[in-house]
């Protein structure tokens, strides 16, 4: 298996572009998110899906859009990046109603707005 | 929406020297799940406890969930150069997915 996979790992935009992060996971997973980690501020999230057609708002959503269309894909489009958006970003997955409720994260997006 | 604040942000030891971080809520936590991230690499599970007074253990590791369920710690015991990283908490507010609440994180440095 290989897991939690996420493309690309290093992105530069320049303010006003829009871009796609990729995020597959190839475990049968129900839930997947995307986080974001900034200095001293942990990882917060931006939106998740608890199932294909599913998506929901977390703890910072603007400036980001979702879908899921199916279970393997959860890709996070910037419509109009800002230098706001500069950080690093985490995609996760796990089962629903398993124990431990483990995450499997992906091994992230560094992206970078001038 | 539910806060977690961990403590410290950052700690430096020598090598052998033991490191405890906490993490607090004001409000009561569900469960509380921990996790480690190399420096450059991604947040790695590392338990979740459940249970009221909890104790867990992971060979140098022992993790602790409040009576209360308002706070928890991680202690290791020992450290080596290889527990270098950063180590969260987060809290799963109830939900039976991984909606995760994360924590500051606490910085740790070994000093060989």
């Known amino acids: 298996n290989a897991g939690v996979t996420q493309t690309p790992k290093f992105q530069v935009l320049k303010t006003g572009q829009s871009m796609t992060l990729q995020c597959a996971q190839d475990?049968?997973?129900?839930?997947m998110s995307w986080y974001r980690q900034d200095p001293g501020m942990g990882l917060r999230l931006i939106h998740y899906?608890?199932?294909?057609?599913?998506?929901d708002q977390g703890e910072v959503p603007n400036g980001y859009n979702v879908s899921r269309s199916t279970t393997e894909d959860f890709p996070l489009r910037l419509l109009s990046a800002a230098p706001s958006q500069t950080s690093v970003y985490f995609c996760?997955?796990?089962?629903?109603?398993?124990?431990?409720?483990?995450?499997?994260f992906g091994p992230g997006t560094r992206l970078t707005v001038l | 929406g539910q806060q977690v604040m961990q403590i410290p942000q950052y700690q430096h030891v020598q090598e052998g020297e033991d490191f405890t971080t906490y993490c607090n809520s004001s409000?009561?936590?569900?469960?509380i799940q921990w996790y480690k991230q190399r420096p450059g690499g991604h947040p790695v599970f590392l338990i979740q406890?459940?249970?009221?007074?909890e104790v867990k253990k992971q060979k140098r590791l022992t993790f602790q969930f409040g009576e209360a369920k308002k706070n928890s710690s991680l202690h290791i015991t020992a450290t080596q150069t290889t527990d270098v990283g950063t180590y969260f908490c987060?809290?799963?507010?109830?939900?039976?997915?991984?909606?995760?609440?994360f924590g500051q994180g606490t910085i740790l440095t070994v000093h060989p």
């Open positions: 475990m049968n997973h129900e839930y």
């Open positions: 987060a809290d799963a507010g109830g939900t039976s997915y991984g909606k995760l609440t």
């Open positions: 406890l459940v249970k009221s007074g």
């Open positions: 409000t009561t936590l569900s469960n």
């Open positions: 899906s608890v199932g294909a057609g599913i998506t």
């Open positions: 996760a997955s796990s089962w629903v109603g398993s124990y431990p409720n483990e995450q499997f």
